[in-house]
């Protein structure tokens, strides 16, 4: 799988409806849908409500990015409302116990589970659930915030990760800064799928963009 999942907090959402069939017509297959709880990152964005909303109107898979303190308590309603992806913050979990028990929770519910690193945590944090997860989220920017360079750390974690990625079986995503230049690296060290906001949205031609990035 190599796809690009544009970051709906980059669209136009005076016209939703048809910046999301603007990027299924350039090819995209995936959504990517941040969700900031102000507390675990200052920012607040959307929330389960406007997902069931965007899903109504969508076939694209939704990947949901849980930013938040508590995705144990919030994961069932953002599973009802139609994600196909959900990536919790291993930062926000309190214990290994509890990890397993979250990704059991999403997998259970026919949903694939993720697990997002921020910059400053290592890739070993997810070695005890590789056996578990669909994916693993590397963040190349400190999240909560759009618009931010490329961290190049995310790179050699990616590096890593890949090691283990034939036999256990899950995607790479990563997320923030990704354009033309920053993407060649990161598809190199064997990530899957890339994250982009303003490369995609703030294009005018959103096929030509995805292509570029492709």
């Given at each position: 799988m190599?796809?690009?999942?544009?970051?709906?907090?980059?669209?136009?959402?005076?016209?939703l409806k048809?910046?999301?069939?603007?990027?299924?017509?350039?090819?995209?297959?995936?959504?990517?849908?941040?969700?900031?709880?102000?507390?675990?990152?200052?920012?607040?964005?959307?929330?389960?409500?406007?997902l069931?909303?965007?899903?109504?109107?969508?076939n694209?898979?939704?990947d949901?990015?849980?930013?938040?303190?508590?995705?144990?308590f919030?994961?069932?309603?953002?599973?009802?409302?139609?994600?196909?992806?959900?990536?919790?913050?291993?930062?926000?979990?309190?214990?290994?116990?509890?990890?397993?028990?979250?990704?059991?929770?999403?997998?259970?519910?026919?949903?694939?589970?993720?697990?997002?690193?921020n910059?400053?945590?290592?890739?070993?944090?997810?070695?005890?659930?590789?056996?578990e997860?669909?994916?693993?989220l590397?963040m190349?920017?400190q999240?909560?915030?759009g618009?931010?360079?490329?961290?190049?750390?995310?790179?050699?974690?990616?590096?890593?990760?890949?090691?283990?990625?034939?036999?256990?079986?899950?995607?790479?995503?990563?997320?923030?800064?990704?354009?033309?230049?920053?993407?060649?690296d990161v598809?190199?060290?064997?990530?899957?799928?890339?994250?982009?906001?303003?490369?995609?949205?703030?294009?005018?031609?959103?096929?030509?963009?995805?292509?570029?990035?492709?």
């Open positions: 190599v796809d690009i999942a544009p970051s709906l907090l980059s669209a136009d959402f005076a016209d048809s910046e999301l069939k603007s990027i299924e017509e350039a090819g995209c297959t995936v959504l990517h849908y941040d969700v900031m709880d102000g507390h675990f990152v200052p920012n607040i964005s959307f929330g389960a409500d406007i069931h909303d965007v899903h109504r109107i969508t694209m898979e939704l949901v990015h849980l930013m938040i303190s508590d995705p144990m919030y994961v069932d309603r953002f599973v009802k409302a139609g994600a196909s992806y959900i990536s919790f913050h291993i930062e926000a979990m309190e214990s290994v116990e509890k990890t397993h028990e979250l990704i059991k929770k999403i997998k259970e519910a026919g949903v694939k589970a993720s697990i997002a690193l910059p400053g945590t290592s890739y070993e944090a997810v070695i005890p659930f590789l056996d997860i669909d994916m693993i590397v190349s920017v999240p909560g915030f618009g931010q360079k490329f961290n190049p750390v995310a790179i050699d974690k990616i590096a890593a990760l890949s090691k283990y990625k034939k036999e256990k079986g899950f995607l790479i995503e990563v997320d923030g800064g990704i354009n033309a230049t920053t993407i060649q598809r190199k060290a064997g990530c899957d799928l890339f994250v982009a906001g303003s490369a995609v949205f703030n294009q005018n031609d959103r096929k030509k963009a995805v292509e570029a990035l492709l």
